[in-house]
Protein backbone atom coordinates (compact mmCIF):
# COMPACT_ATOMS: atom_id res chain seq x y z
CA UNK A 1 0.00 0.00 0.00
CA UNK A 2 2.77 2.50 0.80
CA UNK A 3 6.40 2.17 0.22
CA UNK A 4 9.19 4.04 1.26
CA UNK A 5 12.20 4.77 -0.60
CA UNK A 6 15.22 6.30 1.96
CA UNK A 7 18.51 8.05 -0.95
CA UNK A 8 21.42 10.49 0.69
CA UNK A 9 23.49 7.47 2.55
CA UNK A 10 27.10 7.28 1.95
CA UNK A 11 30.46 7.57 3.59
CA UNK A 12 31.06 10.90 5.11
CA UNK A 13 34.19 11.95 7.35
CA UNK A 14 33.82 13.02 11.36
CA UNK A 15 32.65 16.93 11.23
CA UNK A 16 30.95 16.38 7.46
CA UNK A 17 27.28 16.25 6.56
CA UNK A 18 24.80 14.59 4.72
CA UNK A 19 20.89 14.92 3.74
CA UNK A 20 18.65 11.99 4.14
CA UNK A 21 15.33 12.00 1.87
CA UNK A 22 12.29 9.43 2.51
CA UNK A 23 10.02 9.73 -0.43
CA UNK A 24 6.43 8.25 0.13
CA UNK A 25 4.32 6.52 -2.28
CA UNK A 26 1.18 4.39 -2.78
CA UNK A 27 -2.12 4.19 -1.48
CA UNK A 28 -3.11 6.12 1.59
CA UNK A 29 -5.21 9.06 2.98
CA UNK A 30 -2.87 10.83 4.50
CA UNK A 31 0.80 10.76 6.01
CA UNK A 32 0.66 11.91 9.85
CA UNK A 33 3.89 11.73 11.52
CA UNK A 34 7.11 10.89 9.40
CA UNK A 35 10.55 10.38 11.48
CA UNK A 36 13.91 8.79 10.82
CA UNK A 37 14.61 5.80 13.27
CA UNK A 38 18.92 4.46 12.87
CA UNK A 39 20.27 0.75 14.67
CA UNK A 40 23.81 0.20 15.03
CA UNK A 41 24.98 -3.68 14.61
CA UNK A 42 23.83 -5.45 18.15
CA UNK A 43 22.15 -2.83 19.42
CA UNK A 44 17.89 -1.47 19.12
CA UNK A 45 16.79 1.02 16.97
CA UNK A 46 16.05 4.50 18.03
CA UNK A 47 14.64 7.59 17.20
CA UNK A 48 16.21 9.96 15.63
CA UNK A 49 13.85 12.46 14.87
CA UNK A 50 10.33 12.64 14.27
CA UNK A 51 8.06 15.41 12.60
CA UNK A 52 4.29 15.78 12.77
CA UNK A 53 1.87 16.73 9.96
CA UNK A 54 2.08 20.20 11.66
CA UNK A 55 5.79 20.40 11.50
CA UNK A 56 6.79 20.09 15.49
CA UNK A 57 9.24 18.34 15.88
CA UNK A 58 11.46 16.40 18.50
CA UNK A 59 14.97 15.28 18.56
CA UNK A 60 17.09 12.28 20.54
CA UNK A 61 19.22 14.15 22.81
CA UNK A 62 22.67 12.88 21.15
CA UNK A 63 21.20 14.81 17.66
CA UNK A 64 20.16 18.16 19.01
CA UNK A 65 21.52 21.18 17.11
CA UNK A 66 23.33 18.79 14.51
CA UNK A 67 20.31 17.62 12.82
CA UNK A 68 17.53 18.94 11.38
CA UNK A 69 14.41 17.19 10.53
CA UNK A 70 11.85 18.62 7.49
CA UNK A 71 9.13 17.68 5.41
CA UNK A 72 7.63 18.46 2.07
CA UNK A 73 4.41 17.53 2.41
CA UNK A 74 3.50 18.62 -1.54
CA UNK A 75 6.29 16.11 -2.47
CA UNK A 76 5.26 13.73 0.17
CA UNK A 77 8.69 13.26 1.30
CA UNK A 78 10.66 13.53 5.05
CA UNK A 79 14.17 15.37 5.07
CA UNK A 80 17.29 14.55 7.32
CA UNK A 81 20.13 17.17 7.39
CA UNK A 82 23.11 16.12 9.62
CA UNK A 83 25.89 18.50 10.29
CA UNK A 84 28.69 17.74 12.29
CA UNK A 85 28.50 14.34 12.00
CA UNK A 86 30.37 11.74 14.37
CA UNK A 87 31.68 8.29 14.41
CA UNK A 88 28.72 7.54 16.15
CA UNK A 89 26.27 8.04 14.30
CA UNK A 90 27.37 5.52 11.98
CA UNK A 91 24.21 3.01 11.50
CA UNK A 92 21.30 2.29 9.17
CA UNK A 93 18.91 4.90 8.92
CA UNK A 94 15.28 4.29 8.68
CA UNK A 95 12.53 6.24 7.46
CA UNK A 96 8.85 5.91 9.20
CA UNK A 97 5.58 7.20 8.51
CA UNK A 98 1.69 7.00 10.47
CA UNK A 99 -0.20 6.62 7.33
CA UNK A 100 -4.03 7.05 7.67
CA UNK A 101 -6.10 4.33 5.23
CA UNK A 102 -7.52 5.37 1.97
CA UNK A 103 -9.91 3.00 2.38
CA UNK A 104 -10.10 2.04 5.92
CA UNK A 105 -10.53 3.79 9.31
CA UNK A 106 -7.25 2.74 10.75
CA UNK A 107 -3.76 4.03 10.90
CA UNK A 108 -0.80 1.89 10.42
CA UNK A 109 3.10 2.08 10.22
CA UNK A 110 5.61 1.99 7.27
CA UNK A 111 9.31 1.58 7.10
CA UNK A 112 11.77 2.27 4.71
CA UNK A 113 14.21 -0.01 3.39
CA UNK A 114 16.85 1.41 5.11
CA UNK A 115 20.15 3.77 4.01
CA UNK A 116 23.77 2.99 5.72
CA UNK A 117 25.53 6.25 6.92
CA UNK A 118 29.41 5.72 7.70
CA UNK A 119 31.07 8.00 9.61
CA UNK A 120 35.09 7.08 9.70
CA UNK A 121 37.98 9.11 8.61
Known amino acids: QVQLVESGGGLVQPGGSLRLSCAAS????????MGWYRQAPGKQRELVAHITSGGSTNYADSVKGRFTISRDNARNTVYLQMNSLKPEDTAVYYC???????????????WGQGTQVTVSS
Open 96 to 110: NADVSSRYYTRRSDY
Open 26 to 33: GIYSSINA
